[in-house]
Structures are given as C-alpha cells and as structure tokens.
C-alpha cells in the first residue's frame, strides 16, 4: 500500500477539521510569529523539510512484516488522535487568544507533539532511514519556530504566558 494515504488523516484534521470548527482558527495555525536570526533560516527548513516529508511518502509504501510496522501503525494512530484533539484545542482558545485547555494543560506545543508521533510513526510504518532523517530536521527547526513563538506569546499575552509557561512544559 502506498505510504502517501497515511496523510490524508493529517491534511483533513490540519485543513478540513480546523477550518469547521473555526475559520480563523485555520488562519492563527497559519501564522508564523517575526523571526529573528537563526530563527529565519529554521524556518526554511522547517517549511522545506516538512514538504519533502509529504512529498516522499508518495514513494514509499507501508511495509506490514515487522514488529516496527506494528508498533508503527500504534504510533501513527496515537498521532492521529493526538492531531484531532490539539486541532479542535487549538480552535477554541480564551476570548483573549490563549490557549489553557485540554492538551494545553499539559503541554505548550501540543499539535507540534501530534505531527511528530504522527510521522514518527510514518517513519516506522515505512522502514525508511531517509524519512527518518527528513523527521530529525523537522524536529530540530520545529523547535526553532516554538521558540519565536514563545517570545510572541510573551510580548501578546504578557504575565499570563510566563505563568503558563512556569505551569506547563513546551513538549510532554
């Protein structure tokens, strides 16, 4: 089976789910904070590793003979849930913009988290060192942008985000 329908999932959450629930939910997941620095050039890698990813399942297929593809199609359905309840999270923020609920409460970035189970466990499904190495510079620069969004989070909502920032992990 070809390993590019493991992103339908992800592209109706991300595009079709977001956009349901709130249109301008769909334009604030949209929106990248100013970059400064080192920042600029994650985000390139960032945009282009997370292309390539999409772009190379189309030529890879899901190999069903190991335990790993069974432990990936564990891992990949994890990211799915995972993907669906950040998304419809990330819809319903405070009035203020911030969002405090559900996977909120426990991790900063939690649709960041989603994507990388999510392809962690494409990566497993797939067997594929290459998509391995394309997750790892995903990773890597997605950190990059959290960062910058943190220091947007911090000039927008002021003492409540370094409140929840001492409260709640970026990650898990």
Not at 1 to 8: C, G, K, S
Not at 130 to 145: E, Y
Not at 153 to 163: A, H, P, V
Request: net charge positive; aromatic share 18%; glycine share 6%.
């Amino acid at each position: 089976m070809n390993a590019f329908l493991t992103v339908i999932p992800i592209i109706l959450i991300r595009f079709g789910l977001l956009s349901i629930l709130d249109k301008e939910a769909l334009k604030r997941a949209a929106y990248f904070p100013p970059l400064i620095g080192s920042e600029k050039i994650a985000f390139w890698f960032y945009q282009i590793s997370n292309i390539l990813i999409l772009l190379y399942l189309f030529f890879l297929k899901i190999k069903n003979d190991s335990f790993w593809s069974c432990a990936g199609l564990i891992i990949y359905s994890l990211g799915v849930i995972l993907c669906i309840v950040s998304v419809s999270n990330f819809a319903k923020p405070k009035k203020d913009g911030i969002n405090l609920k559900g996977l909120y409460k426990i991790s900063r970035n939690p649709m960041y988290v989603a994507y990388f189970i999510y392809f962690l466990g494409c990566v497993l499904l797939t067997h594929s060192w290459i998509l391995l190495g394309l997750l790892i510079i995903f990773q890597i620069s997605t950190h990059w942008i959290i960062l910058s969004e943190e220091r947007w989070c911090i000039k927008k909502f002021g003492e409540e985000y370094i409140n929840y920032m001492n409260r709640v992990r970026r990650y898990f």
